[in-house]
């Protein structure tokens, strides 16, 4: 009796307290959640943002294309406008900015930038495309901090017409809809938090 009374103390003491149990519940359940949620995330991020990013980029082609060749029409039956002036007024309605280039690619006129310091400007690709009769489509950074700029060109008689417009809208957006994402998440760590914990009392050992 003595042996058995000694072998159930010793089975008692090596017995989770339930402060143990409980922490332990508490641990697995809520890391649980943080994966499910770190998975959700990466998932959103890495998935649904390529695939809105390239489908509103490919809607801003589509429609830079279109004034492009509007600008390219206008130029090719407005004899009464001065080229200047015609490009800054395409450059205003279209919100981009408008380039125009004669047949070697030198540059006529530009709606934004002095015309004497493009003197190598009717080398971009895009130019190149377009004075051999193709749609010039390219998109690079400008300025200090490189935002992307899309640029398309199309041809018009005796040389080249050219629209750019900045993609930094489209890139704060992705910042924004980045912190939005993670702001849900921080809330959704906290609710598991909370959840977790209340689970853990229910669940537990009294």
Not at 83 to 112: E, F, I, P, W, Y
Not at 159 to 175: C, F, P
């Amino acid at each position: 009796m003595a042996t058995e009374a000694q072998t159930s103390t010793l089975l008692a003491s090596h017995r989770p307290s339930p402060p143990n149990t409980r922490r332990r519940t508490f641990v697995i359940l809520f890391a649980s959640f943080l994966c499910m949620i770190a998975a959700a995330a990466f998932s959103t991020i890495y998935a649904t943002e390529d695939f809105w990013r390239k489908a509103l980029n490919e809607e801003i082609t589509r429609d830079l294309t279109q004034k492009a060749q509007m600008f390219a029409t206008r130029v090719n039956t407005d004899r009464n406008t001065k080229m200047a002036d015609l490009t800054a007024q395409v450059g205003q309605q279209a919100g981009a900015r408008a380039t125009v280039v004669d047949g070697n690619g030198k540059v006529l006129a530009d709606s934004q930038v002095p015309v004497p310091a493009l003197e190598k400007e009717g080398e971009r690709p895009e130019f190149g495309a377009a004075l051999r009769g193709q749609t010039g489509i390219e998109t690079r950074g400008r300025g200090t901090f490189a935002l992307p700029v899309l640029y398309v060109a199309v041809p018009v008689s005796g040389g080249a017409v050219r629209l750019g417009y900045s993609l930094a809208d489209v890139e704060n957006a992705s910042a924004t809809a980045r912190k939005n994402l993670w702001l849900g998440c921080l809330v959704a760590a906290l609710a598991a938090l909370i959840i977790s914990a209340l689970t853990t009392r229910m669940l537990s050992p009294r």
